[in-house]
């Protein structure tokens, strides 16, 4: 059937499939497999879309993007995973790259599946327990940079954060849809599982670990923005010291350059080349006047110091 496959995991009378990359035949047999109303085989048909819940003829759909379950450093958007099912039928289908799909059949495996609603809740569970291991290592990650960004003696990796800022984005935005999703869920959640109430407070803990997921995501985001803030800072105020530097040695270079200028214009009674050893003296007051320039400089922090010190050990 196009690629749509049954999953010998429940119990008589509870039909489970499975649909990876589904064609356009593909959603076609689930649509027979499934009654489905021509409206939600339209949505079916759209390919990507926000995480969002719909009800439908009596029959459930919930979608949502498996933002933990893609190799590192793959490009483009996540894996999208939809729900289809009713009291006794349930229908699981995958978008996204072959080698970042979930192993949906690992997820359902260790016990017959005696409901749809058990089966999405085992999959469900795992992908939380995804997210939170993923926000686990965010977090740590996060300290991480919070310590090198806030750390005057360490030139943070710029490349890092902002890899780190798109991580941390790309989960709150799937994290916070999957916990609108099953806010609008709540109610046709409650009534398909009207008979199981282990299974609806199952679900009643999986929505508050969402909830909490989305508030640490929302955190996580707000906090690397902070991150984000002082790194600009830091490159900024790099950037001025840079800038100080260059200015401070073209003003060495520039008084031995003036004073030579003058003395070669081969003025009258420039003094002292009246004397033999008159060059010897300009010389030394060119070589003074670098040196206390140099040294006024390196008071002031422009070419690092005491001053410059005190201003690294300030920032924030």
Do not use: C
């Not at 006794?88 to 799909?101: D, E, F, I, N």
């Amino acid at each position: 059937m196009s690629g749509m496959r049954e999953l010998t995991i429940a119990r008589e009378g509870v039909r489970v499939w499975l649909l990876d990359n589904p064609s356009r035949e593909g959603i076609e047999d689930a649509a027979r497999a499934l009654d489905l109303q021509p409206l939600m085989v339209e949505h079916l048909r759209q390919g990507r879309q926000e995480p969002r819940f719909e009800s439908i003829g009596g029959v459930l759909s919930l979608s949502l993007w498996d933002a933990t379950n893609r190799r590192s450093g793959r490009s483009g958007a996540d894996p999208q995973l939809t729900f289809v099912f009713d009291a006794s039928r349930l229908l699981v289908m995958q978008s996204g790259p072959k080698g970042a799909l979930r192993d949906v059949p690992r997820a359902l495996h260790d016990h017959e599946v005696t409901t749809p609603s058990e089966g999405v809740y085992r999959v469900l569970h795992q992908i939380v327990d995804d997210y939170i291991d993923a926000g686990s290592a965010i977090e740590h990650e996060l300290d991480e940079v919070e310590a090198e960004v806030f750390d005057s003696s360490v030139r943070e990796d710029y490349r890092r954060i902002y890899h780190l800022r798109r991580r941390i984005g790309r989960i709150d935005r799937a994290i916070t849809g999957l916990a609108n999703a099953m806010r609008s869920a709540q109610t046709s959640l409650d009534l398909v599982m009207a008979g199981d109430a282990g299974l609806r407070e199952r679900f009643g803990y999986l929505d508050r670990t969402i909830d909490g997921l989305a508030t640490l995501a929302h955190s996580a985001h707000s906090a690397l923005d902070a991150v984000v803030s002082s790194h600009e800072s830091n490159v900024a105020t790099r950037q001025n010291q840079d800038m100080r530097t260059i200015s401070a040695f073209a003003a060495l270079l520039a008084v031995p350059t003036v004073i030579a200028g003058i003395y070669g214009m081969n003025f009258d009674n420039l003094p002292p080349f009246q004397w033999e050893f008159g060059w010897i003296v300009v010389v030394i007051a060119m070589v003074v006047a670098d040196i206390a320039l140099a040294m006024w400089f390196v008071h002031l922090g422009w070419l690092g110091g005491a001053q410059q010190a005190r201003r690294d050990g300030d920032d924030p």
